[in-house]
C-alpha cells in the first residue's frame, strides 16, 4: 500500500455577521445535549468561541451548567414558540440542535435559523424530516449562503466524510472518477433513549415507506433509472472484498441517502463523483464464524420491526430500552469504539482503502465529538469551508463542511486515513 496526502482548494469566503452569541446548543438538557455542553466547555478556549446554551426547562439548564463548572448564559424557549426561537435564531451565528425527534421538534427550529441567516447542524438520522428541510427551505438557504447541515452525528459524518475522501483520493491521486464506494462498520456501544424515541416517531407518523426510497433525499434529475443496485441489502452474504460475512447496517437506511445527496449535489456544482457512482455499506463481522453474527442480527432486527406493530410486544420491548433523556453510563461510553472500513473502485479498476475509527461510544461520544466540531468549523474556520459564500442550502457534512470537518476531526483524535491498494494485494 501507498499512502499519500490529499490537497484540497478551499474557498476563502467573508466572516459572518456580527451576533451576541457564535453557538448556541440547544436541547443542552437532554442526554446528548449534556455532552454537548462539557465537550465545548474542555474543547474551546475562553474568549475563543462566545456560546450559550438553550432549551425549554431553565432549572434543567442551570443544573447541567452547575454539573459541567461553567458559567456561560441561558436562553429559554419552547421549540414550538415561534417568537421565542427567533429570538435565539437572530442572536447566534450557529445552532447546534440536539432535541430530539427532530420531525416533532425540529421544525421551527430550522425555519428560524433560515429567516436569520443562521448556520445549523444537529445529530438527526430522520431522513423524511431531512426531505421536507429540503423541499421547504433549500431554495431560500441557497440564495442566501445559510448552511443546514443534519445529520452531523454518526448519522452520518463517516458514511459521508469517508466516500468523500474517497472519491477525492482516487480523482486527485490517480486521476480517474470513482464508480463505487462500499463501508463496512464495526462497533460497540448503546443506544440512548432519544435516539430509540426518533425511530418509534417515524414508524407512528407513517414514515416508513418514505425511509426506503433510497434517493429520498435526492433533488429528481439526479435519481438514475437503475435503481436495483441501489437497493438497501437485506440478507446476510459472504463479501469476497473482505473475505468475510457481513449484514445489513441497521443505519444504512439513512447513511447511504445522505452520502447520495452528496453525490447529486456535487454533481450540480461541476464536483462530481463520477456519473456511475455507487454507494453501500455493512455491518462485518470477523471472519471465523462470521455468519452465525450475520444472520442473528438480521433476524433480531426483524423481530424488533414486528415486535413494534404489535402494540402489547411493542409495551414489553420498550420497558427493557432506555427512557428519552437517559444512555449508556460513562463507563460504557467510555469502552465503546468504531470502524468504518471504506473500499472505492475508480473507473481504470484501481482500488483505494478509506478508515474512520475512534475510542467512545458511537452514538454518544463520536457523535458529540462530530457535531460540535460541526459546529465549531462553522465558526472558526468559516473562511476556508468549501464552495465559497454562494454555497448554503440543506447541505451535507460533506458538502457543508467536507476538508474542514476531516482537519478538525483529525486534531480532535480521530483516526482518518486514505490510501491506494497495490494490484498484488487485492487478491
Not at 480517474?176 to 407518523?205: E, H, I, M
Not at 483516526?415 to 494485494?425: A, D, F, G, K, N
Request: aromatic share 8%; with cysteine.
Amino acid at each position: 500500500m501507498t499512502r499519500s496526502t490529499i490537497n484540497y482548494q478551499l474557498s476563502t469566503i467573508p466572516r459572518m455577521r456580527q451576533t451576541t452569541y457564535d453557538v448556541v446548543l440547544y436541547g443542552a438538557s437532554g442526554f446528548v445535549g449534556q455532552q454537548t455542553v462539557r465537550y465545548f466547555a474542555e474543547h474551546t478556549q475562553p474568549g475563543e468561541v462566545r456560546w450559550a446554551i438553550a432549551g425549554r426547562d431553565r432549572q434543567k439548564l442551570e443544573s447541567v451548567m452547575a454539573q459541567v463548572g461553567v458559567d456561560v448564559d441561558i436562553l429559554v424557549a419552547d421549540s414550538q414558540d415561534r417568537a421565542a426561537i427567533d429570538a435565539i435564531g437572530s442572536q447566534t451565528r450557529v445552532v447546534l440542535n440536539t432535541a430530539g425527534p427532530f420531525g416533532v421538534y425540529g421544525d421551527e427550529i430550522v425555519a428560524a435559523c433560515v429567516r436569520h441567516q443562521t448556520h445549523y447542524v444537529d445529530i438527526t438520522g430522520e431522513t423524511p424530516w431531512v426531505r421536507d428541510l429540503i423541499d421547504r427551505h433549500h431554495t431560500q438557504a441557497a440564495a442566501d449562503g445559510t448552511r443546514i447541515i443534519p445529520c452531523c452525528g454518526f448519522d452520518s459524518v463517516p458514511s459521508d466524510l469517508g466516500a468523500y475522501l474517497v472519491v477525492r483520493y482516487l480523482q486527485q491521486e490517480r486521476g480517474v472518477d470513482c464508480q463505487q464506494v462500499k463501508a463496512y462498520y464495526q462497533a460497540a456501544g448503546g443506544f440512548n433513549g432519544g435516539t430509540l424515541a426518533s425511530g418509534l416517531d417515524l414508524y407512528d407518523r407513517g414514515q416508513l415507506e418514505r425511509v426506503t426510497n433510497p434517493f429520498l433525499l435526492n433533488p429528481p434529475e439526479s435519481v438514475p433509472t437503475d435503481l436495483e443496485r441501489h437497493r438497501d441489502p437485506i440478507t446476510p452474504q459472504f463479501d469476497g472484498d473482505v473475505e468475510t460475512w457481513t449484514a445489513p447496517f441497521f443505519m444504512g437506511p439513512v447513511n447511504t441517502r445522505i452520502v447520495r445527496r452528496s453525490w447529486a449535489l456535487f454533481d450540480r456544482w461541476q464536483e462530481s463523483y463520477g456519473a456511475d457512482f455507487g454507494y453501500q455499506e455493512y455491518l462485518k463481522f470477523d471472519p471465523q464464524w462470521g455468519w452465525l453474527p450475520a444472520a442473528a442480527m438480521v433476524g433480531g432486527l426483524a423481530l424488533i420491526a414486528g415486535a413494534i406493530q404489535v402494540p402489547p410486544l411493542r409495551a414489553l420491548l420498550l420497558k427493557g430500552m432506555p427512557q428519552p433523556g437517559t444512555g449508556p453510563t460513562e463507563q460504557a461510553m467510555n469502552e465503546g469504539w468504531f470502524r468504518c472500513e471504506l473500499l472505492g473502485w475508480g473507473s481504470d479498476g484501481s482500488r483505494v482503502r478509506g478508515l474512520i475509527a475512534d475510542v467512545g461510544d458511537p452514538g454518544n461520544r463520536a457523535t458529540v465529538k462530530f457535531v460540535c466540531e460541526s459546529a465549531l468549523g462553522l465558526v472558526l474556520d468559516f473562511d476556508r469551508l468549501p464552495g465559497g459564500i454562494e454555497r448554503g442550502g440543506v447541505l451535507t457534512p460533506a458538502t457543508g463542511l467536507g476538508a474542514v470537518l476531516v482537519a478538525r476531526l483529525r486534531a480532535a483524535g480521530m483516526r482518518i486515513e486514505v490510501e491506494s491498494v497495490e494490484p498484488q494485494t487485492i487478491d
